[in-house]
């Protein structure tokens, strides 16, 4: 009887654990059906790709295949995960077009950090989007350009002609209907964000960051593209904090603080024969804080006529700016006011509600081209106080710029 019980309570123990064992098989099977089933995206983690976060090992090829199962994913939404760790990366790019049937999402939680020997950039580009149909680019990571090893190589007003362009950090070249958010930018090489040949592009929550003499660090360069919104970020680079680019149309930038840095420019245009028009700038309710300009538009003389037009700035503070409003048709002949013939017609330009303090006694500064006089340049309620050198004269300065003042004027108008 007692072996009898035994067999009896053996059999009842294996059968308990043959449940169990497929219980667990099926949870486990649950939990990675979970995503898929939930309509959740479904992950591509650099790490289950190769990738070590060393700082030193060099992660491309482990980029590059997340990248590509997720963009090849076809079943559900797809995210490529950047973890905690500090990851080494190559010039790369994540290139579409991708069959995942919605957009694609890189969450960086981690630091990316770029190379820093120049013969390892084939092209001036160190991380590249290209041809991609929606695509989330978000996270609290970091891009580390590590600039300032490579800073040394793009000083082009101390090499002169010895000065090649630099690699951008974070190129999006054709990436239509897509989002970046929460990514911070540091130390890059040349620009930290270029946007080239998109549309429909959000940018918001950005944090880009270089020092105040590092070189052609723009913080956004953006051309040839349609429908880009920049909003709510802090830039503080070595150049212009945002610049706008030939060929660029319905342009909305708000509630950017800036500086140090050039600015926020239309421009610079004309230098090269193939630029073509800027259409549809709106810089409104941005801080500047001890920049070098304001609110710009530059053009050089140029060969080829093309227009600026339709561009405001308003809801401005400046806090000890140098050059807070300006126009400049004669930019890169390396004087500051000197008569232009530019062949570049700038129209419809709005300075409204521009407050604040400026180190330069000639806060408004509008210089247009003899050849192609400013039309329909309004300045209204541009109030600033001088905080310069005493016993200087405070003034606005205009040539060839038909412009209308209006409203609470200092300086006064010209």
């Known amino acids: 009887m007692a072996t009898a019980k035994a067999i009896f309570f053996l059999g009842v123990a294996l059968l308990s654990c043959s449940f ?20 959740g995206p479904q992950i591509f983690d650099v790490t289950k790709f190769g990738a070590v976060a060393d700082g030193e090992t060099d992660n491309i090829d482990a980029f590059r295949a997340a990248w590509g199962a997720a963009c090849k994913n076809s079943t559900t939404e797809a995210k490529v995960l950047i973890p905690e760790g500090t990851y080494r990366i190559a010039q790369t790019m994540f290139a579409g077009p991708c069959s995942s049937p919605k957009p694609i999402t890189i969450e960086v939680i981690g630091t990316v950090i770029a190379n820093t020997d120049p013969s390892e950039y084939v092209s001036p580009e160190w991380f590249t989007f290209e041809d991609i149909d929606g695509l989330v680019l978000t996270g609290t990571g970091v891009f580390d350009g590590q600039g300032a090893a490579m800073w040394p190589f793009n000083d082009c007003k101390r090499t002169k002609n010895d000065c090649a362009p630099l690699p951008a950090s974070l190129k999006f070249n054709k990436v239509n209907n897509s989002m970046v958010t929460g990514i911070t930018s540091l130390n890059s090489m040349q620009f930290h964000f270029h946007i080239h040949g998109c549309s429909n592009v959000s940018l918001s929550n950005l944090n880009i960051t270089a020092p105040g003499n590092s070189p052609n660090t723009d913080g956004m360069h953006i051309s040839s593209s ?49 630029e073509r028009s800027v259409n549809g700038v ?70 409204r509600k521009i407050k604040g303090t400026t180190v330069s006694n000639i806060a408004v500064s509008l210089q247009c081209s003899t050849r192609n006089p400013c ?38 108008p010209c």
């Open 226 to 274: 349609y429908m880009i919104n920049v909003s709510s970020s802090v830039i503080g680079t070595g150049d212009d904090c945002i610049s706008i680019g030939h060929s660029t149309t319905n342009l909305t930038i708000h509630n950017i603080t800036c500086g140090p840095g050039h600015g926020i420019s239309v421009g610079s245009l004309g230098k090269r024969p193939e």
């Open 282 to 351: 709106s810089v409104t309710n941005c801080t500047f804080v001890n920049t070098t300009n304001g609110a710009r538009i530059k053009t050089w003389i140029g060969t080829v006529a093309a227009e600026v037009k339709n561009i405001t700035y308003e809801g401005i503070i400046m806090k000890d700016v140098q050059n807070p409003v300006v126009i400049d048709q004669s930019y890169g002949s390396g004087l500051s006011i000197v008569p232009s013939t530019s062949v570049w017609k700038i129209s419809d330009v709005h300075f």
């Open 20 to 39: 169990i064992g497929a219980s667990r098989a099926l949870e486990t099977r649950r939990s990675l059906l979970l995503p898929i089933l939930n309509n």
């Open 375 to 412: 039309q329909g340049v309004e300045v209204a309620d541009v109030d600033l106080a001088y905080v310069g050198p005493l016993n200087t004269t405070f003034l606005s300065s205009c040539l060839n710029a038909k412009a209308i003042f209006g409203g609470i004027l200092n300086p006064p």
